[in-house]
């Protein structure tokens, strides 16, 4: 068993001697195993372990290119060059990044692509300049890092190179498709944008005929022509035509353009009459309207004895006028101002003549004063109405009457006459037209049949009533009471 032991340990490290593994040192036999030279025997301290040795760094990972570029376009192109554009490619590493771009192309038909620019570009945008017309070109780009290149992106069709045509055309702005109008001492900078490929050949004409270069400059870039004069005069108005060519073919434009400025006075102004209270007018339009049209005159007034003006009228349209309300024994002098859109004139009209509204002399004849004969005989408006009053209790009797002169007032108890100065009992009051008879506190014989008489010198009217005086009841009470 001993023999067999060691038998077994040789050749497991002929095994370990032939990959090359050398067996640690520290590291104690196995138990049932014989024990490798050099260890430590049985009741011994264990060697200290060796160190480790330190672990290589980890090496980065490799550098990569990036993705193709995306949507290579074609932007523009000429007779010389075509320009196109893309976007950056969708994966860039984070650790490489990105360098730039690398434009080639080739011609149709062949595999040698040539890069067109020497260093990178970083722009998203290039133009490939210094071809030849008629050519036809494949076009890619490529993105370029650390890691390499991109796999290219290309344009699927072949381009080209040739001025792209297209037929001149005017864009007039909206506002100068009607008469501009500017004042005398402003400035015109009018831009007037065009469009045509090749760049059109831009002429100007004023009233047919080429501007004059002292009055107007014309300032023209690839988009668009400028109109410009520094100060307006009324010589500057007229029909300006653009006219924008290309090979055979043309568009124009016609611009019309009015300087304006304030009109001139009336012509002349006269009193035609006056008459009464008012004063007629009458005027002619001013030599000079300021290059547009009068929109009406502005027409004052002044007395003659304080000279302060006054408006009457204003943005008044006709030629003549009558002026109404003035006073009379004044004198009056009227001026007249033209207006158009600038404002009004400077100057004015005014009128020669005075005008003086004269005091007239009036015959007055009132006519004569008829009397009107107001007497009238007397007539009861409101009669007497029957009554009924208890025996202690005053009552009135009432009526209304009316008459001219005025009438007398009597009255009557059963056609005797009464009389207030005798008998205090009745108290008759007059007034204004109101009679009113008063019984004061009537006993059992004041009832019977009252008359009111009205009469003056036309006449004499009557109006009655019966009254009767009732017993009150608590006296028949009171008797029955005693009989018992």
């Known amino acids: 068993m001993s023999n067999a032991a060691p038998a077994e340990a040789a050749p497991a490290e002929a095994t370990s001697t032939a990959e090359g ?13 014989a024990p490798v030279e050099g260890a430590p025997a049985e009741g011994e301290a264990p060697a200290e372990p060796a160190p480790e040795e330190p672990k290589a760094p980890t090496p980065p990972p490799p550098d990569e290119p990036t993705s193709e570029p995306l949507e290579v376009t074609v932007e523009d192109k000429s007779d010389s060059s075509v320009t196109i554009t893309w976007r ?29 620019n020497e ?23 490529v993105a370029v890092n650390s890691g390499g290149r991109s796999p290219p992106a290309t ?48 002429s100007w004409l004023k009233d047919g005929e080429p501007l004059d270069p002292k009055r107007a400059n014309i300032r023209t870039s690839d988009t668009d022509s400028i109109l410009f004069v520094r100060q307006a005069e009324r010589v500057d108005s007229g029909s300006y035509e653009m006219c924008v060519k290309v090979d055979d073919f043309e568009d124009k434009a016609a611009i019309i353009i009015q300087i304006i400025e304030l009109p001139g006075p009336p012509a002349s ?92 002399v009036i015959d007055y004849k ?50 005797m006459i009464l009389n207030n100065m005798d008998n205090p009992k009745y108290r008759m009051i007059s007034t204004g037209g109101i009679c009113t008879l008063e019984i004061r506190k009537p006993g059992q014989y004041d009832g019977g ?18 009254l009767e005086v009732k017993k009150p009841v608590y006296a028949d009470a009171d008797k029955d009471k005693e009989a018992e």
């Open 21 to 33: 593994e050398a067996p640690p040192a520290e590291t104690a036999p196995a138990e049932g195993k």
């Open 88 to 116: 950056p490619p969708k994966t860039i590493p984070a650790n490489s990044g990105l360098d730039g771009y690398t434009v080639e192309i080739t011609k149709e038909g062949t595999e040698d692509w040539k890069a067109v």
């Open 119 to 141: 260093d990178l570009t970083v722009s998203c945008r290039y133009v490939i300049k210094n071809q030849t017309t008629g050519d036809r070109l494949l076009i890619r780009v």
């Open 155 to 202: 344009i699927a069709d072949p381009i080209l190179v040739k001025e792209v045509g297209a037929r001149p055309k005017v864009r007039l702005p909206r506002f100068l498709r009607q008469r501009y109008v500017k004042k005398v001492g402003e400035k015109i900078n009018l831009v007037i944008p065009f469009s045509g490929k090749p760049k059109p050949v831009v």
């Open 269 to 360: 102004i006269k009193v035609a009459d006056v008459w009464g209270f008012n004063v007629a007018l009458e005027w002619t339009a001013p030599k000079d309207n300021g290059n547009t049209e009068i929109t009406g005159y502005t027409v004052q007034k002044a007395d003659k004895k304080t000279g302060d003006w006054f408006n009457i009228l204003e943005h008044y349209t006709r030629l003549n006028a009558t002026i109404s309300d003035l006073i009379m024994g004044n004198t009056y002098t009227f001026r007249i101002f033209a207006e158009n859109k600038c404002g009004l004139s400077e100057e004015c009209a005014r009128t020669k003549e005075e005008a003086t509204i004269v005091k007239e």
């Open 366 to 415: 009132p006519t004569p004063f008829v009397e009107r004969d107001f007497t009238e005989a007397p007539k009861f408006t409101t009669v007497l109405n029957d009554r009924s009053t208890t025996v202690g209790y005053s009552t009135k009797l009432l009526c209304s009457v009316r008459g001219s002169p005025k009438p007398k007032i009597m009255w009557m108890k059963n056609k």
């Open 449 to 466: 049949e009252y008359v009111c008489r009205a009469e003056n010198q036309l006449g004499k009217v009557d109006t009655g009533c019966k």
